[in-house]
């Protein structure tokens, strides 16, 4: 439950599809006076194959938060792998959780399905009794299917109760529930020269196979043959003539859940099954003068018109597409979603995916949602859009204005391959199934899109990273030699520019070798490291201060400042480091200081060659000095 109000989760795949949106749409206008709002977790895909791309999809799956459902339906033919569908029960009943089956069968759970076998017998019937014909012919599906062979038992069964003897060698075909096999199934019956009265078919996509083979063969249907299928898909409405069937209606499917979930929860516990009634749909195959379901021309308009409106906004969202993929920014992507098309719209994001620190493609990363996610898109709220964190367990901002309006929520994982990158929730006011329509076009913009961009973002990190590498001195964190060729030569160019001098400072460890051969070359290493912080601590920030090799360091400075200064400011700081090191030898360098006319600034190689001779008369006079020291102490 949430804010007063009780909780469905729905389990589907293709909400896009007549029967799914019928079944999202009856539902919600069903459950939604007896207190109940509707989760509706979706995938573009049925997850048959188990592939990347599905795994990715059936993420969705990981938000449904139990603590908060008061009941979960699945539609066990939508979601084709029983794996996730057996995981979901396990994970339900760990909560205490009804569940609902809609056309599967699990322990545990409500059973809830449209009764196929009697539905199926009044087609039969309907043929037999009312038609009066004796001569059939069945049309089964996928030799052992358990609904093929199902459909032959009540076929035969008819029969008999009819005084009509059933031989399977001439009144059985299979046609695989599919046109194809279908059509040559009764090509081949044809050329038998034994036209029986009535074809019967165990679905409606052969029943119209069947009737386009016996068209081409110049037998007409129902004048010499009855023609009639099973389950009553749209296709049936546009076709001449139009198909006698029995029609699965989710409508009175949705009524029945809504029933049950007025019982109370001890009830919905229990391991019950339920039938629905399928209906008899008569129309012309039969020779019946059946009205059909629909208009054709009004809902071939619908067609056409959803048709233009998906190519324009295709066309659109592949724009938005490409735009997020160059965004420079998370905020810049997020921003180029608005959009007119784009609306009743939220788009959640991983932290992981908004951090280029992380490889896309690492499989060892924990790939849960986690506590906090990033709200990359809100089409609701006002003015330009920024990014912003956002507690996990609320799903989405503007929750409560989604259940006081009383439609579905509809929940998609967005992923790339197999990784989840967050999710997209659609809460339209309309049942309109133009907008459902548009999910698949959209989750798939932004699959691709973020996926894309977080890729580049990485690979960006990447090369930004080993640019680093190669500039920067891992030791030191000064510029290497060929790493500062590009500041350098800037500030080389300002300065001459400005006419104002350049002070380059030519450093060098003194007794590196001594250090290095009594006390280790870890201690050498960070004696290196305390010269060249004590160097760059001496400079301002505009300075180049470079790793030259081993123990050389230089330093390129825009400063007038007497050299003696910098040169007592850097002694100082390296006294001061190595003082507090604490080490049983004193850190020492020898520095050179250069400065160039205002009028003329050499050549790199020249500035060097000035300081380091400089600098190398400095080394001179300490390693004098310290001879000095050595040979009064030998004499005392």
Not at 74 to 102: Q, S, W, Y
Not at 561 to 566: F, L, Q, T
């Amino acid at each position: 439950m949430i804010d007063n109000y009780k909780i469905a989760a729905l389990c589907v795949s293709r909400i896009f599809d007549d029967s799914t949106h019928e079944i999202v749409s009856e539902l919600n206008k069903n459950i939604i006076d007896k207190g109940y709002r509707l989760f509706v977790y979706h995938t573009c895909s049925d997850l048959y194959w188990d592939t990347l791309s599905e795994k990715g999809e059936a993420a969705v799956f990981d938000l449904i938060d139990m603590r908060t459902v008061d009941v979960l339906i699945i539609c066990d033919d939508m979601i084709k792998n029983k794996r996730i569908i057996e995981k979901l029960i396990d994970k339900a009943g760990i909560f205490d959780v009804p569940v609902i089956i809609i056309d599967g069968k699990y322990r545990g759970t409500i059973t809830i399905g449209f009764d196929y076998r009697k539905g199926f017998e009044d087609v039969v019937r309907h043929v037999v009794e009312f038609h009066g014909k004796r001569k059939l012919h069945f049309m089964a599906g996928i030799q052992g299917n358990p609904y093929s062979d199902e459909r032959i038992r009540v076929f035969a069964k008819v029969l008999k109760d009819n005084g009509i003897p059933f031989d399977p060698t001439k009144m059985l075909s299979y046609g695989d529930f599919w046109a194809g096999p279908a059509s040559a199934a009764t090509e081949k019956l044809l050329e038998r020269g034994e036209l029986p009265e009535a074809i019967i078919c165990a679905n409606d996509a052969m029943a119209i196979a069947v009737c386009g083979a016996l068209s081409n063969a110049g037998v007409r249907v129902p004048d010499e043959v009855i023609v009639t299928g099973f389950d009553g898909i749209m296709d049936i409405n546009f076709t001449s003539p139009r198909i006698t069937s029995s029609l699965c209606c989710y409508g009175d499917l949705a009524q029945k859940i809504a029933g049950l979930l007025s019982l109370g929860r001890e009830e919905l516990m229990k391991e019950t099954e339920f039938r629905i009634k399928t209906r008899l749909a008569i129309s012309e195959s039969c020779g019946c003068r059946g009205s059909g379901l629909i208009n054709p021309a009004m809902h071939l308009t619908d067609l056409n018109t959803r048709f233009y409106r998906y190519r324009e906004e295709e066309k659109t969202l592949n724009e938005i597409g490409v735009r997020i993929l160059s965004g420079t920014s998370l905020k810049s992507a997020a921003n180029e979603l608005r959009s007119p098309i784009l609306y009743n719209m939220r788009c959640m994001l991983r932290n992981e995916v908004i951090d280029e620190r992380i490889d896309p493609f690492e499989t060892d990363s924990d790939r849960s949602f986690g506590e906090t996610l990033c709200v990359f898109f809100d089409s609701d709220a006002p003015g330009p859009f920024a990014p912003h964190d956002f507690p996990a367990k609320s799903i989405i901002p503007g929750l409560d204005e989604v259940l006081e309006a009383g439609y579905p929520l509809i929940i998609t994982a967005i992923s790339f391959l197999d990784v989840p990158l967050g999710y997209v929730t659609f809460s339209f006011r309309s049942y309109d199934i133009s907008n459902y329509g548009k999910i698949p076009q959209v989750v798939n913009v932004l699959n691709n899109s973020i996926g894309g961009y977080r890729n580049l973002r990485y690979q960006q990190y990447i090369i930004k990273k080993v640019e680093e590498l190669s500039q920067f001195d891992q030791l030191t964190g000064l510029y290497t030699r060929g790493g500062s060729q590009r500041v350098l030569d800037r500030l080389i160019s300002k300065l001459r520019d400005q006419r104002r001098p350049i002070t380059v400072i030519m450093s060098d460890l003194d007794n590196l070798k001594y250090i290095n051969d009594n006390f280790g070359h870890n201690e050498g290493d960070f004696a290196i490291r305390a010269v060249a912080s004590a160097l760059k601590a001496s400079c301002p920030d505009n300075s180049v201060c470079i790793r030259m090799g081993g123990d050389e360091m230089a330093a390129f400075i825009a400063t007038s400042a007497p050299m003696e200064d910098i040169k007592a400011e850097f002694e100082a700081r390296l006294k001061t480091i190595s003082k507090n090191a604490g080490k049983p030898y004193p850190i020492t360098a020898s520095i050179g200081v250069y400065r160039s006319s205002k009028e003329l600034i050499p050549s790199f190689e020249e500035m060097l060659r000035s300081a380091d001779e400089i600098m190398y008369a400095v080394k001179a006079e300490h390693r004098k000095n310290r001879d000095k020291l050595i040979s009064a102490a030998k004499n005392q």
